[in-house]
């Protein structure tokens, strides 16, 4: 029962016990009753609309009692299941964005070092030990390659300190053959051809 409009037979107000005036002026049959009697003691009054607190019946708050009851019961189960969906719903949800996040994230990353690859115009290709030669000569290492049908420089690298009395003897030999000897004189030849031919 919806008691919202309900009003007991006998209405109590929420008033302090002890006032100065009356807790009731009196039983009236209509409010024509009240106007005289009102007019019969000369009482001055102000018309006033206004909202205030009153008891509660027996009947009214067993009504009340058994609505609670029903919702604890009934209708609060049925909204905390709702609620535990909704959740894991949540929870599969923040799973998922997360997830979402880490992917976009890696593209970037990806985007970006595809960028950076782009602009150092190089890429890291795998040279084998078959075709690949270190020639160490002076204080580094000349790495060649056997690749599109020629023999070219690769990489240069330092040789490190405690390497360098090992292939002394190496790196002198590799020199006179590649700086002053036949193989140097052919490139500055080829080179010389190249620069007449332009």
Known sequence: MDTKDYLPINVEFDIEEQNLVP???GTFKTLEEVSEFINDKKLVVINQALDV??????FEKSEIRR???NILENTLPEYERELAEKQAEL???KTAMKQAQE????????????????????VLIKLDDVRTFRIPVRDKYYLYTFISNELKLCRTENIPEDEK???????RNNEE???NGEIATQEGQEEQL?????
């Open 67 to 69: 609505e609670y009851e």
């Open 53 to 58: 607190t009153r008891l509660m019946d027996n």
């Open 177 to 179: 053959i590649l700086i």
């Open 23 to 25: 807790n009731s002026l």
């Open 91 to 93: 929870e599969r949800a």
């Open 103 to 122: 992917n976009v994230n890696a593209q970037l990353n990806q985007a970006r070092t595809l960028a950076a690859e782009v602009k150092r115009g190089v």
């Open 194 to 198: 190249l620069k007449v031919a332009q």
């Open 165 to 171: 009395q090992h292939v002394f003897n190496s790196s």
